[in-house]
Nanobody
Framework: QVQPVESGGGLVQAGDSLRLSCAAS????????MGWFRQAPGKEREFVAT????????DYGESVKGRFTISRDNAKNTVYLQMTRLKPEDTAIYYC?????????????????WGQGTQVTVSS
């Protein structure tokens, strides 16, 4: 079992960068694919980024491609989301999720464990 805990959210200005961290407890982190999702006010939760167990495969939502980078450090049981060139439409609660499997996925239903979320607010 993997329990994700997000951190690093905050209030930034458009064009700024921010790095989110997700520390995951549990002995199976290094064999778990991880993902980031977000939910803006009044909208459904959407896929942001995913990474496989080793970090060799990543995928991104269309709206963040080229601006966000997902990475992981299995020695630290941590996955990161580096966000650059932030836009007001990136404002959302960002959730980290863990799969009970090694392959990455863009589907929310593929993830078994979810964090509580961290708020990211981008002002214009």
């Amino acid at each position: 079992q993997v329990q994700p805990v997000e951190s690093g959210g905050g209030l930034v200005q458009a064009g700024d960068s921010l790095r989110l961290s997700c520390a995951a407890s549990g002995r199976t982190f290094s064999s778990s694919a991880m993902g980031w999702f977000r939910q803006a006010p009044g909208k459904e939760r959407e896929f942001v980024a995913t990474i496989n167990w080793s970090g060799s495969i990543t995928d991104y939502g269309e709206s963040v491609k080229g601006r966000f980078t997902i990475s992981r450090d299995n020695a630290k049981n941590t996955v990161y989301l580096q966000m650059t060139r932030l836009k007001p439409e990136d404002t959302a609660i960002y959730y980290c999720a863990a799969r009970a499997g090694m392959t990455s996925s863009t589907l929310q239903s593929a993830y078994n464990y979810w964090g509580q979320g961290t708020q990211v607010t981008v002002s214009s």
